[in-house]
C-alpha cells in the first residue's frame, strides 16, 4: 500500500533517472532483479585511464541487455582481480594496457583504447553460450603475467588486502596490534575529531546538495 512506498528524489533534470535509482536499490537488496549489474570502485591516486567515461559508456551499453550480468570496473590493477571476483565480467586498466577478466580469473590482455569493445566481444560470446565462458589458456596466461608486472611494480603501495593481511599474521603470531588505549588495530586509519556545526555555522551542514 502507499503506507509501504519509498520515495526517491534526485537533485536532476531527468526524472528517468529516479527510476533507475529506485531499481539498483531493489537488485541491491535482492528483491528485484533485472538485467546486468555495473560495479566501479571510487578510483584512488594509482588510475591512469579515463575511468568515468568508461563507466558511462559501459552502463549505456548495458542497458541493452537483459541477462543478470555482473560486471566490474577497476580503476587500477594494482590489488589484483581479487577484490571483483565475484563478477561474471571485469575490466581493470594500467598505462596503455587494460586486462579483461571473468569470475576471477583472466580474459586476455587489450590495448587500453580497446578495452570496452573487447569486454563486450567476451560478454556477447557467453550470452551466445548460454552463460559459458571460454578462457583460452595461452591469452589467460598472458594476462595473467601482465597482471603479476603490475603487482610487481606496485609492491610498495600499502593496499587494504596487505593491510589486512600484516593484521592476520600479527594475531597469528600472538601479537597484539591495538595502540595503548585503544580497542581498533593500529594498522587503521586514524579516525579525526568530528567537528559540530549547526544551521547557523553552515546552511548545508549535513545535506549533500546546497540550497538555491
Known amino acids: 500500500g502507499v503506507g509501504d512506498t ?10 528517468e533517472e529516479e ?13 528485484r532483479e533485472r538485467g546486468p549489474v555495473l560495479i566501479a570502485c571510487p578510483t584512488c591516486g594509482r588510475l591512469q585511464f579515463d575511468m568515468d567515461t568508461v563507466v558511462a559508456e559501459i552502463e549505456q551499453r548495458l542497458e541493452a541487455y537483459t541477462d543478470p550480468i555482473e560486471v ?3 580503476g587500477c590493477a594494482v590489488n589484483g582481480i581479487g577484490e571483483a571476483s565475484h563478477a561474471d565480467f571485469g575490466i581493470t ?5 587494460g586486462l579483461i577478466f ?6 586476455r590482455k587489450v590495448p587500453q583504447d580497446d578495452l570496452v569493445e573487447a569486454l563486450f566481444e567476451e560478454i556477447d560470446k557467453s550470452v551466445t553460450r548460454g552463460g559459458e565462458i571460454a578462457f ?17 611494480e606496485n609492491a610498495d603501495d600499502l593496499t587494504p588486502e596487505k593491510i589486512a593481511a600484516m593484521e592476520a599474521a600479527a594475531v597469528e603470531e600472538g601479537e597484539d596490534i591495538t ?20 544551521e547557523d555555522a553552515s546552511p548545508t551542514a549535513g545535506r549533500r546538495f546546497t540550497r538555491a
Open 93 to 97: 586498466g594500467a598505462l596503455n594496457e
Open 136 to 152: 583460452d589458456d595461452a591469452k589467460s596466461a598472458e594476462g595473467a603475467e601482465w597482471l603479476q608486472r603490475i603487482e610487481e
Open 179 to 198: 595502540a595503548p588505549g585503544d580497542a581498533e588495530p593500529y594498522l587503521k586509519p586514524v579516525k579525526g575529531k568530528k567537528v559540530e556545526l549547526d
Open 102 to 107: 571473468a569470475h576471477g580469473k583472466p580474459l
Open 19 to 31: 527510476v533507475k535509482v529506485g531499481w539498483e536499490i531493489l537488485k541491491a537488496l535482492k528483491l
Open 72 to 74: 566490474a570496473v577497476l
Open 6 to 15: 519509498i520515495r526517491i528524489s534526485l537533485s536532476t533534470f531527468h526524472a
